[in-house]
């Protein structure tokens, strides 16, 4: 995108920050077909219900929200299950945009997501499942209680995405946690590359894991990742501009 395209799009996202409207509204929805969110009834790494006994589940997709107020935290607007207390929080510089969206022009993007509950299954999973737009995150950034995934890998991946605010590079991600047993509290952490990352939707489900093979955390430079992955982690990588 042109430099004076983005200085204009950057204006009239400020111009609307202070109404903000949920993402699907400006993007897709990540669990329509052919697009990279599951339900853990359907997917692959779950085998359980959202609500079910022992399983917590918590959603963002607009981070709007007075529950805290005079802090950059919102509780979350999709809904939960099972949780005790769920808030995602983000550093100074960073600003909920007309979109719903966290993002910043400025500033390299800190996400913490944080939440706890009774879940009383060993071993368990947890899956973090999310959007951005334009700048992707730092890979190696994404950590639960300082563990590096299991697993994680791209699920959908579009450079030329039609946004409501013009073309963006869209993309969605899994990454899941596979756990001896539960914790008092589960903080999901990961960071933008660099400034320009609009964060559009944050899912996290945890539950009962039945997966043998993956019952011990893998280093972090062994995660498998999606077709062609590496291919964006390349210093080419387009950075379309969107809140």
């Not at 204009?8 to 669990?31: E, F, K, Q, R």
């Amino acid at each position: 995108m042109k430099t004076a395209q983005k200085l204009t799009l950057i204006a009239g996202l400020l111009a609307v920050s202070g109404s903000a409207s949920a993402d699907l509204t400006n993007g897709p929805d990540p669990y329509a077909a052919g697009y990279g969110f599951d339900t853990p009834s359907e997917a692959a790494w779950g085998n359980w219900n959202r609500g079910d006994a022992g399983t917590l589940y918590t959603e963002w997709d607009s981070f709007v929200d007075s529950s805290y107020p005079g802090t950059r935290t919102a509780a979350p607007d999709v809904g939960s299950a099972g949780t005790a207390d769920a808030n995602i929080g983000w550093n100074a510089g960073t600003f909920a945009a007309g979109s719903g969206n966290l993002y910043s022009f400025s500033v390299t993007e800190n996400f913490t997501t944080s939440l706890s509950g009774s879940t009383n299954n060993e071993p368990l999973r947890a899956a973090l499942q999310f959007e951005t737009w334009g700048v992707q995150m730092d890979y190696n950034s994404l950590l639960l209680n300082g563990v590096a995934p299991t697993f994680a890998t791209q699920t959908f991946y579009d450079d030329d995405y039609e946004s409501s605010f013009g073309p963006v590079e869209l993309v969605q991600y899994l990454a899941y946690w596979d756990l001896s047993g539960p914790a008092s509290n589960y903080l999901f952490s990961f960071n933008s590359a660099e400034h320009s990352l609009s964060l559009g939707q944050v899912t996290i489900d945890i539950g009962p894991s039945t997966d043998p093979v993956t019952s011990v955390p893998l280093p972090a430079a062994v995660w498998m990742f999606g077709a062609g992955f590496m291919g964006l982690l390349g210093l080419n990588r387009k950075k379309g501009l969107a809140a």
